[in-house]
């Protein structure tokens, strides 16, 4: 038979399970945004917009956030504690920079907190940035590419950008020259570089400074990078071999 001490803890045990008043377990935090995507309809280039996105906490247990990463050209800022209690609300402000943005565009904004069920959150930044000029892309990798050769990409240029040998166009450094040409298809002009004959070898990151008609961007600023390569060595001929 069991002795009198186990008799009593299961007697204490079974008296703890049926216990009404025994606190029920907590539930975790869990993270539930009003909206995950936001449209800011149309913004003009160069303008800075903002969204907020609201979030509440769900759950019965603290909830943390741990961290957001915004895209490129976007910050994203916690304007409330890090901290939210159960029932409580906290807010995330998305803020994007569309200088070098045109047509339809989409930012992302990850948001990292210890809700166990979902620790990551992807909120979404959307609209229209109305540009009067624009490059396309507005930045340039030409890769490696040997002295005295152009660049085998380009540049798209939109909107009321000056054409032809003398359009205003500047450059930064040492390394690149720059001119701007009527595309052969499609709509708007292509800014070529040439990597000059004298450029130093290596690693190099130019500005090209192309002049507009717009009144809000009469500058243009491609930054361009890449390697310069040595020339390629002559082939060697070779020897005629004779019998």
Same mark, same amino acid.
Do not use: W
């Given at each position: ?37 936001? +449209? ?25 956030? +741990? ?29 994007? +920079? ?146």
């Amino acid at each position: 038979m069991p002795g009198p001490g186990a008799v009593a803890l299961v007697t204490a045990l079974f008296a703890a399970a049926c216990n009404p008043t025994s606190p029920a377990p907590q539930r975790p935090p869990r993270i539930v945004f009003q909206e995950t995507a936001r +449209d800011f309809g149309h913004a003009k280039q160069g303008t800075t917009v903002t969204q907020v996105y609201t979030f509440r906490n769900a759950g019965g247990l603290d909830l943390a956030i +741990d961290n957001t990463r915004p895209s490129c050209q976007c910050t994203a800022v916690i304007t409330s504690p890090r901290v939210v209690p159960p029932g409580g609300e906290g807010t995330i402000q998305a803020t994007l +920079d569309t200088s070098d943005d045109f047509g339809p565009t989409t930012r992302t904004i990850t948001v990292y907190s210890n809700d166990p069920a979902q620790p990551v959150t992807t909120l979404t930044l959307s609209g229209h940035v109305d540009a009067e000029v624009a490059a396309d892309p507005p930045q340039l990798y030409v890769g490696h590419v040997s002295r005295g050769q152009a660049a085998p990409n380009e540049v798209r240029l939109l909107g009321a950008v000056a054409t032809g040998a003398d359009a205003p166009i500047e450059t930064s450094g040492n390394v690149l020259t720059a001119s701007v040409h009527d595309a052969t298809s499609g709509t708007g002009e292509r800014l070529h570089v040439t990597i000059k004959s004298s450029a130093p070898l290596g690693r190099f990151a130019e500005k090209v400074s192309v002049r507009t008609g717009s009144r809000r961007r009469p500058v243009l600023a491609i930054s361009v990078t890449g390697i310069v390569d040595a020339e390629a060595p002559a082939a060697t001929p070779v020897a005629e071999h004779r019998q």
